[in-house]
């Protein structure tokens, strides 16, 4: 069985965010160098130390803001931001964007599946991801349908 889905665009700004959250989702544990260089203040009384780990922490969010900016204005990215359809099957997921240009993209290319109240967030690298809105689907079978094949997948629990 197909699943078809209506149209949908992916806007940079909510890529941009999205891919932060995910980011420190999963590296949140980087965070204990900079705790690690603050506690040396207890030891060495000294606000360099405070100010350093801040700064760490600040620089090492800033650089990954910077890179997924970037990643919306490469030319071989562009498709990711243009709006297209979607049609699921237990092959692939084809990406439309209109009836005779597409991009397959199968199930083995995807890291992880992640389902929330609102959406499916298909993680194929540290920067690209698929998006799917549950509104972007025509019925709440579809949803349930694309929530079994990931389930088949072992993509999600």
Same mark, same amino acid.
């Given at each position: 069985?197909i &699943?078809?889905?209506?149209?949908?665009?992916l806007?940079?700004? *909510?890529?941009?965010?999205?891919?932060?959250?995910?980011?420190?989702? =999963?590296? @949140?544990?980087?965070? +204990? #160098?900079?705790? !690690?260089?603050a506690?040396?203040?207890?030891?060495?009384?000294s @606000?360099w130390?405070?100010s350093?780990? &801040?700064?760490?922490?600040v620089?090492?969010?800033?650089?990954w803001?910077?890179?997924?900016? #970037?990643?919306? *204005?490469? $030319?071989?990215?562009k498709?990711?931001?243009? =709006?297209?359809?979607? $049609?699921?099957? #237990?092959? *692939?997921?084809?990406m439309?964007? %209109?009836? /005779? *240009? #597409?991009?397959?993209?199968?199930?083995?290319?995807i890291?992880? !599946? /992640? =389902?929330?109240?609102?959406?499916?967030?298909?993680?194929?690298?540290?920067?690209q991801? &698929?998006?799917?809105?549950f509104?972007?689907?025509? %019925?709440? %079978?579809? +949803? /349930?349908?694309?929530?079994?094949?990931?389930?088949?997948?072992?993509?999600? !629990?």
């Amino acid at each position: 069985m197909i &699943i078809k889905t209506k149209k949908y665009r992916l806007e940079t700004s *909510q890529y941009i965010k999205m891919a932060m959250v995910e980011l420190l989702r =999963k590296q @949140w544990w980087f965070i +204990i #160098g900079p705790i !690690a260089v603050a506690c040396l203040a207890f030891i060495w009384p000294s @606000w360099w130390f405070i100010s350093g780990a &801040i700064l760490i922490v600040v620089l090492y969010l800033l650089f990954w803001a910077i890179q997924f900016t #970037g990643v919306t *204005q490469l $030319e071989q990215n562009k498709v990711m931001f243009e =709006k297209m359809s979607y $049609e699921i099957d #237990g092959r *692939q997921i084809l990406m439309k964007l %209109n009836e /005779k *240009q #597409g991009m397959p993209v199968s199930w083995d290319m995807i890291k992880s !599946a /992640k =389902k929330t109240e609102d959406h499916f967030l298909l993680s194929l690298s540290k920067a690209q991801f &698929i998006y799917l809105p549950f509104r972007i689907f025509n %019925n709440p %079978n579809d +949803i /349930k349908m694309m929530e079994a094949y990931l389930k088949r997948k072992n993509l999600i !629990a």
